[in-house]
């Protein structure tokens, strides 16, 4: 039996070095809120060779989130570069260049400082061979820097849903409360349409009991609500299930954090009843809050 994983904030930092015999390398990592799974990378330009698997490292441990990631290479031993000129580039731009002068009927002529100042035609020569031995290193790093962030998100996670769970139990109470106002609510109807009928008639009319009786249903059909907390608590239910399941979390909790506002949004209507529309209100806000928590789970 797999245990339970821990839920994960969006929010995180990473960082981690590795020291090779061609440099030392760093590795940062943060994440913020996403709905889906994004990442940014900002590599040298000789390493970016391994951009498609860094991000597939990445990919394997953070399912949700915008990833701003960083990595650095100092090579002290690299004082002087070495250049190359890429020759057929250079062609490929003069060819340009020359096409567009005879479309433009130009007489200007063109030079040799503006084509090496085109991207590409003068560059730092590396060896792939040399570059691609970095990988093992590399990977270490990213993996420390990976680790770290998890553990970042994973404290947080766990204070988010410390969180929301407290507000939970605080919906659960006012529910309780509901439903005990509910009955007593019926009965105080009941009660106030008789007072009503005697004030108004002083007395004097004879009270129809079936008929009163008959008020009495269709309010208590108009204002019931028996549902809609039957359905909160299920929600609820499934709220507490969710949170210690397998997978990530964050938009399933999202789904039902709208249930509960829809449905708490239709207590509220229903009744007319003082004490359960506060109670109701009480239970729109915790709410609100545990939607906006939501927004930064995993």
Known sequence: ISEPKLVRSMTGFGRADATTARGKIQVEIRTVNHRFFEISSRLPENLN???????????????????????????????????????????????????????????????????????????????????????????????????????????????????????????????TAIERRSKLALKEYRLHLLRKIKELSSGKINLDKGRIELEVALFAKSSDISEEITRLKAHLKSFGETITGQDEVGRKLDFISQELHREINTVGQKTSDYKIAQLAISIKGEVEKIREQIQNVE
């Not at 570069?81 to 096409?99: E, F, Q, R, S």
């Not at 969180?163 to 529910?175: F, M, Q, Y």
């Open 49 to 175: 060779i391994f951009e498609d698997k860094i991000r597939a490292e990445v990919a394997k441990k953070v399912k949700r989130g915008k990833v701003n990631l960083s990595l650095t290479y100092e090579n002290p031993a690299r004082s002087e570069p070495k250049l190359a000129i890429n020759k057929p580039l250079a062609n490929k731009y003069k060819g340009l260049l020359v096409d567009l002068r005879r479309s433009l009927r130009l007489t200007d002529e063109i030079n040799f400082s503006q084509i090496i100042a085109f991207p590409g035609v003068i560059y730092v020569e590396e060896s792939p061979r040399k570059e691609a031995e970095m990988w093992p290193c590399i990977r270490s790093a990213l993996g420390r820097a990976i680790d770290g962030l998890i553990e970042m998100r994973e404290k947080e996670g766990a204070r988010l849903i410390a969180d929301i769970a407290g507000r939970r139990k605080t919906i659960l109470k006012c529910l």
